[in-house]
């Protein structure tokens, strides 16, 4: 029997097990926490966890750009995931990391440490072993979740948007940052990401794909909550 069979046969069988990958700013945390919040499941931000993985790294001399160095490290410090979707937190060691992960210096290092086989080893077991324990269902976001973490998830959705209306998004965040600039930022981290040579990001053939360039944020909340009811009724 695989991990991932023994995952899902963790669950309740009521239980329902969504995925939602896709590239920077295309709204997956904001989908995820809404989509988990509105149907009472558990939420986890997969990139929280890589980011609080390069930020120990980062304020314990680890050169993250240096693959051995990273991969020696890899193990040491303890991350916690909470998966409240009205206030997902996590720690390091911990520690609140929940604003430091946020930082230029994290997002600038995070594509090198997640691209380390290592801390994807780590990291995926630890996203294993909360979908598991998770007794409602959960919804979990990332890049490589129903290809490579949760291959058996009852629901695969993959987000897309265009760079434009992404570099917008963000901007709209980082005041004081133009648009161009953002946009140069998240397709260089984009490139980086599908490119890596382990669970890179990517669709998995089963998911559904949303384009939501031209949908408001509610608006793809609503199709996506539509599609775990179809497939909640269907279980
Ligand atoms: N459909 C949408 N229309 C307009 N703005 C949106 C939409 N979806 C998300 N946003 C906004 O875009 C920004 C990025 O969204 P979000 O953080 O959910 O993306 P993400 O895919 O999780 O990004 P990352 O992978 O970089 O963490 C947020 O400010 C969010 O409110
Ligand atoms: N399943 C995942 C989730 C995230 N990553 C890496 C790649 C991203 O650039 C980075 C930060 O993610 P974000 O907070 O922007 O969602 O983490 C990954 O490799 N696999």
Do not use: H
């Not at 680890?62 to 409240?84: M, N, R």
């Not at 990332?142 to 973490?149: F, H, K, M, N, P």
């Not at 397709?187 to 040579?197: E, G, H, M, W």
Request: aromatic share 2%.
């Amino acid at each position: 029997m695989s991990d991932t069979v023994e995952t899902v046969a963790r669950t309740s069988p009521a239980a329902v097990i969504v995925a939602i990958d896709g590239p920077s700013g295309t709204g997956k945390s904001s989908t995820s926490k809404a989509v988990a919040a509105a149907l009472g499941l558990s939420y986890l931000d997969t990139g929280a966890q890589y980011r609080a993985i390069t930020w120990w790294m980062l304020g314990n001399g680890v050169d993250v750009d240096d693959p051995a160095a990273v991969a020696t490290a890899a193990a040491k410090p303890v991350i916690v995931s909470g998966t409240d979707p009205a206030a997902p937190t996590i720690t390091v060691d911990g520690v609140d990391a929940s604003g430091p992960i946020r930082t230029q210096e994290v997002t600038a290092g995070v594509s090198a440490v997640s691209a380390v086989p290592e801390v994807r080893t780590i990291i995926t077991e630890l996203q294993r072993s909360i979908a598991a324990s998770a007794e409602k269902g959960i919804v979990v976001e990332g890049r490589d979740i129903g290809t490579t973490v949760l291959p058996d998830a009852d629901l695969k959705i993959f987000l897309t948007a265009s760079p434009e209306a992404r570099a917008a998004r963000r901007s709209g965040e980082l005041k004081g940052v133009d648009a161009a600039t953002t946009r140069e930022a998240l397709i260089k981290r984009d490139t980086a990401d599908s490119n890596r040579k382990a669970s890179p990001l990517a669709k998995a053939a089963d998911a559904v794909e949303v384009d939501t360039t031209e949908l408001t944020l509610p608006q793809v909340i609503e199709c996506v909550v539509t599609l775990v009811e179809e497939k909640r009724a269907a279980k």
